[in-house]
């Protein structure tokens, strides 16, 4: 079974409209993490935003937002007032298990983001 | 600019061949990770090495292997390569080997071909 799960191969959004980015996982760990990174055509790979399973709230960072449904083992990322430069592809990744299992990352396929002027 | 160097940005070499891809890790990171991603696999994980030290396997072949050396630099050795291993390698560093938030920052990678 998959671990991440991005439903939407590819997006369009309109400049300066908000999008939601599907992210749904499976773990039977109490303890994981969940980020979304950019890849934009240049191929390197950026950090965007984390969620721990333990946060009670909602990661934010700038405009980038993390809508972490707990229960239903979901982690889409808002993008508000999208802007050209976020056309790119992004992905989501967890990290699962103890200190001692090492700390990597499982991706999810990616959702192509193309931003419209 | 995340702070993480690979070398070389691109490797052309022919099948059977052997390449080393070298990272060096952000100032003070301890964890290496070793990343491939593919048309058909998409972005695996490799190996991961904390301050020297093997710590996680991935989906990792037998031909290839990994190390972390004491500066903490880290090297991974591909050999008998085969037109399958064309791929984007990343290298990915982050302050310690496990827990919570430790968000990994990725190298520019390096891009194989395998002709």
């Known amino acids: 079974a998959q671990k991440i799960t991005q439903t939407q191969p590819g997006m369009f959004v309109q400049e300066k409209e908000a999008v939601t980015l599907d992210c749904t996982y499976d773990t039977s760990d109490q303890s994981y993490g969940l980020f979304w990174y950019k890849q934009p055509s240049s191929g390197e790979m950026i950090f965007l935003i984390y969620q721990g399973s333990y946060d009670e709230q909602n990661a934010t960072e700038g405009r980038y937002s993390l809508n972490f449904q707990k229960a239903r083992k979901s982690a889409n990322l808002v993008i508000s007032a999208s802007q050209l430069g976020d056309s790119a592809m992004y992905f989501c990744?967890?990290?699962?298990?103890?200190?001692?299992?090492?700390?990597?990352?499982?991706f999810g396929g990616g959702t192509r983001l193309m931003v419209k002027p | 600019d995340s702070g993480v160097t690979q070398t070389p940005k691109h490797l052309i070499t022919a099948t059977g061949q052997r390449v080393t891809l070298r990272c060096s890790p952000r100032?003070?990171?301890?964890?290496v990770y070793w990343y491939q991603q593919s048309l058909d696999q998409g972005l695996q994980f490799l190996i991961q090495?904390?301050?020297?030290?093997?710590?996680a396997k991935g989906n990792i072949l037998e031909r290839f292997s990994a190390q972390q050396f004491p500066d903490l630099h880290s090297e991974l050795n591909l050999s008998s390569l085969e037109l399958g291993d064309s791929a984007l390698y990343f290298c990915?560093?982050?302050?310690?080997?496990?827990?919570?938030?430790?968000?990994?920052?990725f190298g520019p990678g390096t891009r194989l071909t395998v002709l």
């Open positions: 990915a560093s982050s302050v310690d080997g496990g827990g919570n938030h430790n968000e990994q920052f």
């Open positions: 100032s003070g990171d301890l964890s």
């Open positions: 090495y904390y301050n020297g030290e093997e710590r």
């Open positions: 990744a967890m990290r699962e298990g103890s200190n001692n299992a090492g700390n990597m990352l499982t």
